[in-house]
């Protein structure tokens, strides 16, 4: 029997710079064997982050354009599970390594290509797809959140390496799947075009609704609608900001001088234990309150604390109260008060900071690994993991370059895998059950995710809603696609009973809460193994790793894994000017798709050994795999000095935001540098120059000419050159009416859907799920997200309960039919 989750599978790892390496990673970290292909010489990016990203791995130098070492590698598919590529479309077939010759050595391999752009996109796939042209194309440097829009910044470059990370936990994933239903579907061809992985990543930024109501709105949003319309200047400064910042929703300074970050707006108790932990009751007991999901005619006053955005009269009163709170204690003592009072705050820190965070470090977020390059080497810990996993937190460094060669004549020596018997359709996850008890965004796009590939989700929120319908609705109008919606009391014997018959025949149980939360609901390893050994649970939370640690039992929320992990002082430029990430749902949506590679290996486990297992993942642990690259930290490492800050347009000459004479574009040419410039006569003269007056002298020449001339002088080579796009208009670009049939989600790179016959009453644009592209399951595009409780009385009766009994469970208020009259209050 296997003692590690995916100790049985062999993965063939022709990955290079992030997306594919960190796939392996993934893998390796859950005990497959992964064996690293590098080409002569050895890895194309020599960096610490490569050494991190190839622990557990072993390495092997093939020659793929020699036939000889071809062969070998093919010899290999013969003998493995798994193989990965990111390279751009076209160059492992034109290598031999094609989707058919892979098929044809091994007709169960499950293979993996991560494209910058889709494949089947004439526009798009042949560019060089660095990760910050994919970044660009597709609008991380664009409108970057309304900061950066009131402040007239635009564009504003990040290194994040969202794409990479949002591409490799949708390939991950896939994979996982895949092999699952192999005897039921065979073998399986999978691309993932990072662009397209990034556009679902940051769905929630582009999601657009027909006359959206004006109480959603924050004061950011306000008053950047306002200075549009009257024609004013969008040149507010930093410190301006301040005022139109929720202050349930902020950073403030303590007494320490370091920033707190304080999210506590849409949950209805958080505003209360902030205010009580500040020692401000007696403000609080002057702020309205009322339920979140009346229509605005009918609030009793102007606006609600449980519900997002504070209201005009009060929020400066508030925030200047607050943040005189905050003044009398230092940061890490408000740390832990509020961590006791599960009031969801955190002190930013710097990546540097985290890596060394005693939290960080005691539950395994962060891992101390001893490299032969490095020494002692700090670096991200498990992206995903199974709880009992006796390897999860026992890592090899990554690889010396061909440690590999030795072994390979006893692996070729093995008999080939032997082909499956099947020839079945569908889904990768058809039939499976999933009872979805999460909330807000981050535990949702688990179930959401399922439902796509098969699976049957039933989404059980409570009776009274604990969310408001900004943070329930909007976001769930992503977030609650293709479920079924059940409302329950869980504090009532009727509610507890039917949740335990829904557990009884449940495959999957989701949840997003810590260990004492998911304790709480009778949900603990050993009492859901009682209830159902079957059942897998899948957890996420803030600050949960394999280990316990000091922080381990606090709420929090994205917002919170970006300041503690160093996003919010390194996009803000530095601990004084903090700005959480532009993006809504940066974190969360990854944290969820990241929760699904973990259950994808409990289904591994599940369907090697029987076993059942607790799949988990963290908002933190993504927060630091976003920023993969930089993730590390050793004696003699260099500084962290990252382009950083709102001025940042690129990092370097040549990996830089220009602008043409038609616009912003992005210009990538980090392995040619000034080679590239010879070969153009406009620009030849610049190529024995360096640093910033050459990033000047190209800005200056390259104004003098539309984008397109440039695409056209750089169209040889490995050059990156694409204009600056814009989420929303990639949207509008991609968008089909589901009224007009079922949208195309395997064409284009980016794809959207008009939802014009929603229950809602308005329609919505939401992002088509076309990130996962197998060439044999289906994908199912979702339907709706449910108005909560409507299909109550369905299941209720699907369970046996009577009519008379499911009318006696709601007058009592057990269960619910719906939380307001409306679908999203007005």
Known sequence: MSLRPLSHLRVLDFGHYLAGPMVGMMLADMGAEVIRIDPPGGPRWQDPACDMLSRGKRALTLDLKDAEDRQTALQM???????????????????????????????????LSLPGFASSDPELAPVAAWEAVIAARTGQFTDMGLNRQLMGINPSFTPLGLASAYGAAFGAMSVLFALGARDRLGGEHIEVPLASALFEGLVYNCEQVEDYPARYKSPREVELERRRAAGLPLDLSFQDLSAFLDPFYRTYRCADGRGFYVVACSISTHPQRVLQVLGLQELAATLPDFDAYLDQRDWPDAWAMRNYPVGDRDRARLAQAMQAAFATKPSWEWQALFGAAKAPATSQLSTKEWLADPHAQASGLVLSVDDPRHGTMRQLGNL????????????????????????????????????????????????????????????????????????????????????????????GLQAHRDKESLLLDLGSAEGRGVLKRLVEGADVVTINGTDQQRDALGLSPTALAALNPKAILVQLDAWGGPRRGPRSDHLGYDDLAQAATGVMVRFGGG?????????????DALTGHTACVALGAALERRRTTGKSSLARAALAGCGAMIQAQFMYDFAGRAAFDEPAGRQAHGWGPFYHCYHAADGWFFFAAPSEGARCLARVPELADLAAMSGDGLTDKLAE??????????????????VGLVALGSLSANRDASLQHESQGPADIRQATYRAIRHDAHPMGRWVDL??????????AAITIPGHA????AQTRTILARLGVSEAEIDAMIQAGAAGEGWSERYLPE
């Open 786 to 789: 449910p108005k909560p409780g």
């Open 701 to 718: 020449r390259f104004a003098l000419q539309p984008i397109a001339h440039w695409q056209q002088r750089f169209r040889q080579g490995s």
């Open 77 to 111: 598919v013969a003998r493995a599970d798994v193989v990965i590529d990111n390279f751009r479309p076209g160059v492992m077939t034109r290598l031999g390594l094609g989707p058919a010759d892979l098929r044809a050595a091994n007709p169960g391999i499950v293979s």
């Open 384 to 475: 995903a993991w199974l709880a009992d996993d006796p390897g999860a937190m026992d890592k090899t460094p990554g690889p010396q370059v061909d440690d590999f060669r030795a072994a390979l004549p006893a692996l070729l020596a093995e008999p080939p895998r032997p082909a499956p018997k099947a020839g079945g359709q569908g889904g990768w996850l058809d039939g499976l059950n999933v009872v979805d008890l999460t909330n807000v965004i981050a535990g949702p796009t688990i179930g959401s995710t399922l439902a796509r590939f098969g699976a049957k989700v039933t989404s059980v929120q409570p009776v009274t809603p604990s969310v408001d319908p900004w943070n329930a609705i909007v976001f």
């Open 767 to 776: 992002v088509a799920p076309n990130a996962v592209r197998p060439m044999n």
């Open 575 to 587: 601990p004084d000017t903090p700005e959480e990430h532009a993006h809504f749902g940066t974190i």
